[in-house]
């Protein structure tokens, strides 16, 4: 609702902008491009997003959170600092839109001129002090164990129909006899408490999933459910990405050594069968 109300009253100023002030300078932003970070230690892996909106600050104060690409009338003239931050929409729901932790701000001092267009074409890339646990299926192992309760598995494909990145992908068919997966990340995380930790995931889906956040210790083991990505019809099926954001499941786990991430899926209500695609699945933190 409070993000209902910042876009009601943003377009509201703008429009008195534009009614108020006829002669506005104009800025234009278009998409993010994401570049690999050459100062980067270890593996950042596919530079794939979906930095689907920007946060802009000009002479340090907000102008607004808007969707790419876009273009908005700006009062002020002359020579300025404009700051253009990555916003991703927080878990895959649109109505939080969150500064995107990992990535650096793309920052230009430039003149604005009235009713005259400054176009933008930001670039960004990951900050050089982070941490990375990484699975893209481009090696021969696949760090996604299979829970001996499941009655189907994960197994790496490369349809060209489907393939996007890299050389193949994750994924998993559920039918009506297999029709439950259950898996979790190999290995041990050690995620940092109070601090932000995001797992991203690229998911081309037609049966719900959901995410979790093991958390483990010398005397407990617990799984706890956390986003779900839901099915998409198979005749507009497509690649999507979301940013999960686990810092608080994370920082509750006080008695956690290490951590894993875990995926549920049972065959949807209603179908005779399902399938899971996943790829550039990364844990993030600095």
């Not at 490369?158 to 297999?178: E, F, H």
């Not at 439950?180 to 991203?200: C, H, N, Q, R």
């Not at 995410?211 to 198979?234: C, F, P, R, V, Y």
Request: charged letters at 20%; hydrophobic letters at 40%.
């Amino acid at each position: 609702m409070r993000y209902l109300l910042f876009c009601a009253f943003a377009i509201y100023i703008l429009s008195s902008c534009v009614k108020n002030n006829p002669d506005p300078a104009w800025l234009e932003v278009n998409e993010f491009v994401f570049m690999s970070n050459p100062d980067l230690v270890g593996v950042e892996g596919e530079l794939s997003h979906n930095f689907s909106d920007a946060t802009v600050i000009i002479n340090g104060k907000v102008i607004g959170i808007f969707e790419l690409p876009f273009k908005i009338p700006v009062l002020l003239t002359g020579n300025v600092n404009i700051k253009i931050y990555p916003t991703i929409r927080n878990n895959g729901i649109s109505a939080t839109k969150k500064i995107y932790p990992f990535v650096e701000v793309y920052e230009i001092n430039a003149d604005l001129i009235a009713n005259q267009t400054l176009t933008i074409n930001p670039s960004t890339k990951y900050h050089s002090s982070l941490q990375f646990w990484i699975e893209d299926f481009e090696t021969s192992t696949v760090k996604i164990e299979t829970d001996p309760i499941s009655l189907t598995t994960l197994s790496k494909q490369n349809d060209p129909a489907i393939l996007k990145w890299g050389n193949s992908y994750g994924q998993v068919n559920l039918s009506s006899i297999d029709s439950t997966w259950i898996a979790y990340t190999d290995g041990s995380m050690i995620l940092p408490k109070f601090a932000e930790v995001y797992l991203e995931i690229d998911y081309y889906n037609t049966n719900s999933i959901v995410t979790g956040l093991i958390e483990i210790s010398s005397s407990t083991i617990k799984n706890h459910d956390n986003i779900q990505m839901n099915a998409q019809e198979l005749s507009t099926v497509k690649w999507k990405k979301i940013y999960i954001d686990l810092k608080e499941l994370v920082s509750a786990s006080s008695a956690a050594e290490y951590f894993k991430q875990s995926f549920k899926a049972g065959l949807d209500p209603g179908k005779s069968e399902g399938k899971i695609i996943l790829d550039n699945i990364k844990v993030v933190h600095f």
